[in-house]
C-alpha cells in the first residue's frame, strides 16, 4: 500500500498559485499504479474530492469548483503527482491530501488504503 506524502502548501493571498506534490514514502510500491485523487478538508468540514488522475495520465478530472484553475499531472518515469493551483481563493484554504482511488469512482479511496499523509495546508487570504 502507497504511503502518500504531501508537501508545496503555504499561505498566499487570493490570485496567486502554488504547486503542490504527492509522493510516495514506501519504496516497494510506486503511484504510478493507481489512479491518485487529491482531497481536501477545510476546518470543520468534511473532506472533499478536488482532482484526479488515472494510471495513464490522461482523462483527468476535477471538482466543478476548481475546474478552469486547477490541473493535475504525471511526469513519465516519475512517481510523483503534482496539482498546479492557480487563482487560488479564499475557498481554497484547506489540508490538501492525496490517496490512490478507485479507478471506477475517483472520488472513493481505496478500500484498504489507511496511509493518509499528514496533508499539506493550504491557506489564502482575501
Known amino acids: 500500500q502507497v504511503q502518500p506524502v504531501e508537501s508545496g502548501g503555504g499561505l498566499v493571498q487570493a490570485g496567486d498559485s502554488l504547486r503542490l506534490s504527492c509522493t510516495n514514502s514506501k519504496e516497494t510500491e510506486s503511484l504510478r499504479i493507481h489512479t491518485i485523487s487529491w482531497f481536501r478538508q477545510a476546518p470543520g468540514k468534511e473532506r472533499e474530492f478536488v482532482a484526479a488522475i488515472p494510471r495513464s495520465g490522461n482523462t483527468q478530472r476535477y471538482a466543478d469548483s476548481v475546474k478552469g484553475r486547477f490541473t493535475i499531472s504525471r511526469q513519465r518515469g516519475e512517481n510523483t503527482v503534482f496539482l498546479q493551483m492557480n487563482d487560488l481563493k479564499p475557498e481554497d484554504t484547506g489540508i490538501y491530501y492525496c490517496?490512490?482511488?478507485?479507478?471506477?469512482?475517483?472520488?472513493?479511496?481505496?478500500?484498504?488504503?489507511?496511509?493518509w499523509g499528514q496533508g499539506t495546508q493550504v491557506t489564502v487570504s482575501s
Open positions: 490517496a490512490p482511488v478507485d479507478y471506477r469512482d475517483y472520488e472513493r479511496p481505496l478500500d484498504d488504503f489507511n496511509s
